[in-house]
């Protein structure tokens, strides 16, 4: 299958800051081999992320993340801004993981480009 595809165009590598259109192309290309990562608190998650995203709150990721993640899967980290989110990302880049990026704008860019987000709906008993 990859002899069959070769000539379409490959989708942009991880860089270091991402546009949301960078991962958005990734996610598009049909195997990202990525994940995506809103390290805001559960409430700012539960009311919209990125569709796929996963919830890891900052405070709790580096503890979480050695057994949840390969140190070179490509990881993509937002929050609710762009400070944070490099705080946290060089914080897993110290902890070893090699291929990291910041989401630029997180979720309030990806809403502005159209793209689709997730909200979690939590019945109260």
Partial sequence: MKRFFGFLPKPSPLRPESRVYDLK???DWGEPALTIIDVRDRAD???????????????SLLATAASCFEVSRDL?????????????????????????????????AWKAAGFPVEVVTVEVA
């Avoid at 998650?45 to 405070?59: L, R, V, W, Y």
């Avoid at 705080?87 to 090699?98: D, K, M, N, T, Y």
């Fill in 76 to 108: 993509y980290i937002y929050s609710n801004t762009d400070d944070e989110a490099a705080a946290v990302a060089e914080q897993l880049r110290e902890a070893g993981f090699s291929k990291v990026a910041i989401v630029r704008g997180g979720v309030a």
């Fill in 45 to 59: 998650f539960n009311e919209s992320h990125i569709t796929g995203a996963i919830s890891m709150p900052a405070d």
């Fill in 25 to 27: 192309e990734r996610l």
